[in-house]
């Protein structure tokens, strides 16, 4: 089957006079902060760039996205890290076992950053894995300073601490304003997961 879309049938490319690798915060209490960021992932897509994702939080529960990004035809590469929400809805997981979990995360953002293996990379839940102490501050910190000079980088998740709120060049607060949880609606497939 076909997709079929309209596009306008001339299409001009804006090309920045300098190419620039930004640092993206997308940060608070409301839903659509990894949305958000596959939002980014997609866009880089029609550019031909390459993408990585590191969840950081995400991989004991299935995630649309996953299957998603396999049915992509671009070049994305997506990493579930996680062993789901530390201390919530039941998580079985120890912390011990959620921090080093997070370890490996920070490690392989580390080799791929290294590698300059991708043009844009998504760190998904990087803020809540700080919060809940199962990263450190300056092994963030250390990932943004250490970042090539094009690599597009988006930090995700509640809580983003203010030292990397400065480092950033955007930062995006999601705030709820209603939510379907609170009116007891059970998540969603496709719209919360």
């Not at 076909?2 to 596009?7: A, V």
């Not at 490319?13 to 915060?25: A, F, H, M, S, W």
């Not at 990585?52 to 996205?65: C, H, N, P, S, V």
């Not at 890290?81 to 921090?99: D, L």
Request: aromatic letters at 4%; charged letters at 30%; one cysteine or more.
């Amino acid at each position: 089957m076909e997709k079929r879309g309209t596009l306008p049938d001339k299409i001009d490319r804006l090309e920045p006079k300098v190419r620039r690798g930004l640092i993206v915060v997308i940060t608070g209490n409301g839903k659509g902060k990894t949305t958000s960021a596959l939002g980014m992932a997609l866009r880089a897509c029609g550019h031909g760039m390459k993408v990585g994702i590191i969840q950081f939080m995400k991989g004991d529960l299935y995630a649309g996205e996953w299957d998603g990004v396999k049915k992509m035809t671009c070049d994305i590469e997506l990493f579930a890290t996680g062993k789901g929400f530390c201390g919530i809805q039941g998580n079985p997981y120890s912390r011990a076992e959620h921090r080093a979990n997070a370890q490996d995360a920070i490690d392989l953002a580390r080799e791929k950053i290294a590698e300059e293996t991708y043009d844009l990379l998504i760190l998904d839940e990087i803020n809540n894995a700080l919060k809940l102490r199962l990263v450190d501050l300056e092994q963030i910190l250390e990932i943004v300073r250490s970042k090539p000079p094009l690599l597009h980088l988006i930090l995700t998740g509640r809580d983003a601490h203010p030292e990397i709120i400065e480092l950033a060049d955007t930062v995006s607060e999601v705030r709820e304003i209603k939510h379907a949880y609170r009116k007891d609606i059970e998540p969603q497939p496709g719209v919360d997961y």
